[in-house]
C-alpha cells in the first residue's frame, strides 16, 4: 500500500441521501447531487445557470450529466499503481457489453452518520460487530451506531493519534465478547504502531460503550511502516495483522499485557489484505503487486501464487462455506473469482469507473464489491448475474449484516455523507 495518507477533516453538517442510479426517483434537494463538484451546470435562453432544485424537469438530465462526468473524470487511472494495457482496456469493455443485469436488492434506508476515509485505499473502516451495532470510521474517532434504535455513540476518540501524517488510523477491526460483552478494538497506525483497547459495557440500562469504561489499552510497535490490515482470530484471543514491510503476522493477545508472535508468513512486497478459507488450512493474501499468494497455515510456506491481475491488490475474502472459491479485488477495477484447485480464474467482473476497495459475501450465492467512487456491485455466483447500485460519492466501507443479509455501505463526498442500506427483494427468481 503507497504511504498516500488521506487528511481526516471535519465534515460540515450536511447529510448525503441517495438513491439507486437507475431510479427516477430523487431527493427534492437536488443540490444534493453535489453542489460542488456539478460541471457545466445547465442554462437558460440568457445563458444564467438554472437552479436544479427549482426546476425538476432537469432532475434526470442533471443525474446523466454528473454521472458521465464523473465516469469519464474518475476513469483516468486516478487510483492505479500501474499503467492500464491495451489487454487490459479490451477487457474491461467486453465485460460490460457482454454482462448480464438483474435486480436483488432494493435501497431500504440512508443513515445520518458522519463516516470518514482514513486512506485513500484502505476503505475498510465500516463493520458490524453485532447483530444491530455498526462500528465506523468518522474523522478523530471510532464511532458506533445501532440501526435499531438509531442511538449513535464515541467508543474512542482518536485526537492522540492526529499529531502528524504517519501516526493516524489506518485501519481498526472490532470484536464484541459473547460472555461478558466487552469490546476488543484494534487500531493499526500509519507509524507500525497497534493498539488494543478493551472496553467495558457501560451502565446495564443504556449500555452505551463510553470513553470513560476502557478499562485496558496495549500498544505495541509492530514495523517500521504503515499497518495495512489487523483482524481478531479465535474468539479475540489472537491478532492477525498486515503490514507494509511485506509480513503478515498472527498475535497472541490473550494473556494482556503484551503481543506474542505466534506466525509470521512473508512477503517480499505489501500486504494489504489476508483471508482463511473454511478449514483454516490455508491463508491468501494480495498486496501491493498482481499476484495473489496461498500460504499453508501449518508450516508458513508457500503453496501456491496465482497471477491476472493488472495492478496492485487491494481486498480479498473466502466465500464463507468454501475452502476453494476466493475473491480478490484490485486496482485494476477488476474483481476476480478464483477456486484453489485450479490455476486460473474461474469468472472476472469488472467495476464501471476506477479501482476497487472492499469486498464481502454474503452467507449464499452473492459477491458484493465496491469501486473507490460511485458503485457497489451484487454478482449473483449462480444465475451469473449482476446488480450495479450507483450513487455518488467515494466509498467508506462496505460490509452485510450476517443476520438479515442486508448490505450496508458508507459514503462520502465532500462536506456531504451519509450510510446506506440495502435488502433483498423478496420473490426473486435467484432465491426460488
Given at each position: 500500500?503507497?504511504?498516500?495518507?488521506?487528511?481526516?477533516?471535519?465534515?460540515?453538517?450536511?447529510?448525503?441521501?441517495?438513491?439507486?442510479?437507475?431510479?427516477?426517483?430523487?431527493?427534492?434537494?437536488?443540490?444534493?447531487?453535489?453542489?460542488?463538484?456539478?460541471?457545466?451546470?445547465?442554462?437558460?435562453?440568457?445563458?444564467?445557470?438554472?437552479?436544479?432544485?427549482?426546476?425538476?424537469?432537469?432532475?434526470?438530465?442533471?443525474?446523466?450529466h454528473?454521472?458521465?462526468?464523473?465516469?469519464?473524470?474518475?476513469?483516468?487511472?486516478?487510483?492505479r499503481?500501474?499503467p492500464?494495457?491495451?489487454?487490459?482496456?479490451?477487457?474491461?469493455?467486453?465485460?460490460?457489453?457482454?454482462?448480464?443485469?438483474?435486480?436483488?436488492?432494493?435501497?431500504?434506508?440512508?443513515?445520518?452518520?458522519?463516516?470518514?476515509?482514513?486512506?485513500?485505499?484502505?476503505?475498510?473502516?465500516?463493520?458490524?460487530?453485532?447483530?444491530f451495532?455498526?462500528?465506523?470510521?468518522?474523522?478523530?474517532?471510532?464511532?458506533s451506531?445501532?440501526?435499531?434504535?438509531?442511538?449513535?455513540?464515541?467508543?474512542?476518540?482518536?485526537?492522540?493519534?492526529?499529531?502528524?501524517?504517519?501516526?493516524?488510523?489506518?485501519?481498526?477491526?472490532?470484536?464484541?465478547?459473547?460472555?461478558?460483552?466487552?469490546?476488543?478494538?484494534?487500531?493499526?497506525?500509519?507509524?507500525?504502531?497497534?493498539?488494543?483497547?478493551?472496553i467495558?459495557?457501560?451502565?446495564?440500562?443504556?449500555?452505551?460503550?463510553?470513553?470513560?469504561?476502557?478499562?485496558?489499552k496495549?500498544?505495541?510497535?509492530?514495523?517500521?511502516?504503515?499497518?495495512?490490515?489487523?483482524?481478531?482470530?479465535?474468539?479475540?484471543?489472537k491478532?492477525?495483522?498486515?503490514?507494509?514491510?511485506?509480513?503478515?503476522?498472527?498475535?497472541?493477545?490473550?494473556?494482556?499485557?503484551?503481543?506474542?508472535?505466534?506466525?509470521?508468513?512473508?512477503?517480499?512486497?505489501?500486504?494489504?489484505?489476508?483471508?482463511?478459507?473454511?478449514?483454516?488450512?490455508?491463508?491468501?493474501?494480495?498486496?501491493?503487486?498482481?499476484?495473489?499468494?496461498?500460504?499453508?497455515?501449518?508450516?508458513?510456506?508457500?503453496?501456491?501464487?496465482?497471477?491476472?491481475?493488472y495492478?496492485?491488490?487491494?481486498?480479498?475474502?473466502?466465500?464463507?462455506?468454501?475452502?476453494?472459491?476466493?475473491?480478490?479485488?484490485?486496482?485494476?477495477?477488476?474483481?476476480?473469482?478464483?477456486?484453489?484447485?485450479?490455476?486460473?480464474?474461474?469468472?472476472?467482473?469488472?467495476?464501471?469507473?476506477?479501482?476497487?476497495?472492499?469486498?464481502?459475501?454474503?452467507?449464499t450465492?452473492?459477491?458484493?464489491?465496491?469501486?473507490?467512487?460511485?458503485?457497489?456491485?451484487?454478482?449473483?455466483?449462480?444465475?451469473?448475474?449482476?446488480?450495479?447500485?450507483?450513487?455518488?460519492?467515494?466509498?467508506?466501507?462496505?460490509?452485510?449484516?450476517?443476520?438479515?443479509?442486508?448490505?450496508?455501505?458508507?459514503?462520502?463526498?465532500?462536506?456531504?455523507?451519509?450510510?446506506?442500506?440495502?435488502?433483498?427483494?423478496?420473490?426473486?427468481?435467484?432465491?426460488?
Amino acid at each position: 500500500m503507497e504511504n498516500n495518507l488521506s487528511s481526516n477533516k471535519n465534515y460540515a453538517n450536511n447529510t448525503l441521501t441517495f438513491e439507486d442510479a437507475s431510479s427516477n426517483k430523487f431527493n427534492s434537494d437536488i443540490t444534493l447531487l453535489h453542489r460542488n463538484t456539478l460541471k457545466n451546470n445547465p442554462t437558460n435562453s440568457n445563458g444564467n445557470i438554472v437552479e436544479c432544485n427549482q426546476i425538476g424537469f432537469w432532475v434526470d438530465n442533471i443525474r446523466d450529466h454528473q454521472r458521465y462526468w464523473r465516469i469519464n473524470e474518475w476513469s483516468n487511472n486516478h487510483f492505479r499503481s500501474l499503467p492500464a494495457s491495451p489487454e487490459e482496456k479490451k477487457l474491461k469493455k467486453d465485460i460490460l457489453a457482454n454482462k448480464k443485469t438483474d435486480i436483488f436488492y432494493q435501497f431500504k434506508e440512508c443513515f445520518k452518520l458522519k463516516v470518514g476515509i482514513t486512506h485513500l485505499q484502505v476503505r475498510k473502516n465500516f463493520k458490524f460487530y453485532s447483530e444491530f451495532n455498526i462500528a465506523y470510521y468518522q474523522p478523530f474517532s471510532i464511532c458506533s451506531y445501532n440501526t435499531l434504535t438509531k442511538v449513535t455513540f464515541e467508543l474512542i476518540s482518536l485526537n492522540e493519534y492526529n499529531t502528524n501524517d504517519y501516526n493516524q488510523l489506518i485501519c481498526f477491526d472490532i470484536y464484541k465478547m459473547d460472555t461478558s460483552n466487552i469490546l476488543l478494538i484494534g487500531l493499526g497506525l500509519g507509524d507500525g504502531i497497534v493498539d488494543i483497547v478493551k472496553i467495558e459495557p457501560g451502565d446495564k440500562q443504556d449500555k452505551v460503550y463510553k470513553k470513560k469504561n476502557i478499562i485496558s489499552k496495549l500498544s505495541t510497535k509492530i514495523c517500521d511502516s504503515s499497518i495495512n490490515d489487523v483482524k481478531f482470530l479465535e474468539e479475540g484471543s489472537k491478532l492477525l495483522i498486515s503490514t507494509n514491510d511485506g509480513d503478515l503476522i498472527i498475535y497472541d493477545i490473550s494473556k494482556g499485557n503484551k503481543l506474542t508472535s505466534i506466525q509470521v508468513f512473508k512477503d517480499s512486497i505489501s500486504i494489504n489484505d489476508s483471508s482463511f478459507n473454511l478449514s483454516k488450512s490455508c491463508i491468501a493474501t494480495v498486496g501491493d503487486a498482481q499476484y495473489v499468494k496461498i500460504f499453508d497455515c501449518k508450516t508458513s510456506k508457500l503453496i501456491n501464487t496465482y497471477y491476472g491481475h493488472y495492478d496492485h491488490g487491494i481486498s480479498i475474502k473466502f466465500q464463507p462455506n468454501s475452502d476453494n472459491i476466493f475473491a480478490t479485488a484490485n486496482q485494476d477495477g477488476f474483481c476476480k473469482i478464483w477456486d484453489l484447485r485450479k490455476n486460473t480464474t474461474v469468472k472476472t467482473l469488472s467495476g464501471v469507473m476506477d479501482g476497487l476497495s472492499n469486498i464481502c459475501f454474503d452467507n449464499t450465492d452473492f459477491l458484493i464489491f465496491a469501486e473507490y467512487h460511485d458503485y457497489i456491485h451484487i454478482y449473483n455466483m449462480k444465475l451469473d448475474t449482476m446488480q450495479d447500485i450507483g450513487f455518488f460519492g467515494k466509498t467508506a466501507g462496505l460490509d452485510i449484516n450476517k443476520n438479515t443479509q442486508n448490505i450496508f455501505f458508507g459514503a462520502v463526498e465532500e462536506s456531504l455523507y451519509g450510510v446506506l442500506e440495502y435488502d433483498k427483494i423478496k420473490f426473486n427468481k435467484s432465491f426460488v
